[in-house]
């Protein structure tokens, strides 16, 4: 792999991520061209809809194209959808080397975009940061093979594991660097979503307020079985672009579920498992048909539980702070348990970063097989 190569693959990787949370339900892509072993251009794919990556670099570098080599994060598509395909627009502009990260899983490219290069006289190398790129896209690459999004978990606790002081009471346990960290997160997922207690106890808002003010709010999704949620709850009367989505019970009250969508409300119906629980593998479903590709689960302790009890989380963001609660506090996991260590859902690819004097501890959310 040519050092060049390299260099300015993690520049387009970079571009890529300026996408993260805009892009649904199309991947995040960055592009970079680059002629005699300098940089010409450079853009990113912004939302679904408008120009790829591709076209916006190379409408930048205009005639200078012809000749230069494009680094682009995800293989140029090769079809027509919203927008024309890319690897015709990158063949018409005179690239004469195409970079690629990895391949585009979409069947409707799945290599043909290459081939087409290819087949145009066009040098192509692919599989540079291959793995980078695929870290860049996971939520994507799933949808894109599953119907499902991405799901994460996040929490802020005690080191003993607790979620607050005492039951239903809201408050903060971890420090102000780790609550901006949330926000950053919140910024670059799809959707965040919370159950019923959750927005009893704290009345949040759900949306990102970063320091810079340039933050976009994700979309919210709600899970109330019954529709208990008192309407003057704030997530009903938000000023924001992003939309609200309540799911419940089929036999939630109808009258409940006309005054929320007269307040703009997305009221979705699901089926419940012995009149106790939503199923949440229909839930999530149904968040994939949205066209979201990855939600920020924030609680409670209740639909960790349970997301994790039908393995539906891929990864965990668990915040902790350096104190200890006591019985007084809620727990992590309400309602499940295990009888030993095989059973247990666990973490791999850990990392363990300093917020302030918090601790965040990231990883893969991995299952027991047997």
Excluded at 312 to 339: H, N, R, V, W
Aim: glycine share 10%; charged share 25%; proline share 5%.
């Amino acid at each position: 792999m040519a050092h060049d190569d390299v260099y300015f693959m993690r520049i387009a990787l970079d571009e890529a991520k300026k996408g993260l949370g805009r892009t649904s339900p199309n991947p995040c892509v960055g592009a970079v061209i680059v002629k005699n072993g300098e940089e010409i251009a450079r853009g990113y794919h912004k939302k679904a809809g408008t120009p790829h990556a591709e076209i916006h670099a190379l409408n930048k570098a205009g005639e200078n194209a012809r000749g230069a080599t494009i680094y682009v994060t995800l293989e140029p598509c090769n079809h027509t959808g919203k927008t024309p395909p890319c690897s015709k627009a990158v063949a018409s502009a005179g690239i004469s080397r195409v970079v690629v990260g990895m391949e585009d899983p979409n069947p409707l490219v799945n290599g043909s975009g290459i081939n087409y290069l290819r087949s145009q006289g066009i040098e192509v190398v692919s599989g540079v940061l291959e793995e980078d790129c695929v870290a860049v896209n996971r939520p994507f690459i799933k949808k894109i093979k599953t119907g499902f999004p991405w799901v994460a978990m996040k929490a802020g606790m005690s080191l003993d594991g607790r979620l607050s002081y005492q039951p239903n009471q809201g408050g903060w346990i971890t420090g102000p660097e780790s609550l901006q960290k949330v926000h950053q997160l919140r910024d670059q997922f799809d959707a965040i979503m919370v159950g019923r207690n959750t927005v009893e106890i704290d009345n949040p808002s759900l949306t990102t307020r970063l320091a810079d003010g340039q933050g976009r709010d994700p979309q919210r999704v709600v899970v109330d079985r019954n529709l208990c949620l008192p309407m003057e709850s704030k997530i009903f009367h938000l000023n924001s672009n992003a939309s609200t989505f309540v799911f419940c019970s089929e036999k939630a009250d109808s009258a409940k579920k006309e005054k929320l969508q007269e307040l703009g409300i997305n009221v979705i119906l699901l089926p419940c498992e012995a009149e106790r629980y939503l199923l949440l593998k229909d839930l999530v479903s149904e968040i994939g048909k949205l066209g979201i590709n990855s939600v920020l689960v924030e609680g409670g302790a209740t639909l960790h539980a349970n997301m994790l009890r039908e393995h539906l989380y891929d990864e965990a963001f668990l915040f902790q702070a350096p104190c200890f609660i006591g019985d007084g506090g809620s727990p992590l996991l309400k309602g499940m348990s295990t009888d030993k260590r095989a059973d247990c859902p666990y973490l791999e690819e850990i990392s363990v970063s300093r917020l302030g004097k918090d601790s965040l501890i990231h990883g893969t959310v991995c299952y027991p097989t047997n």
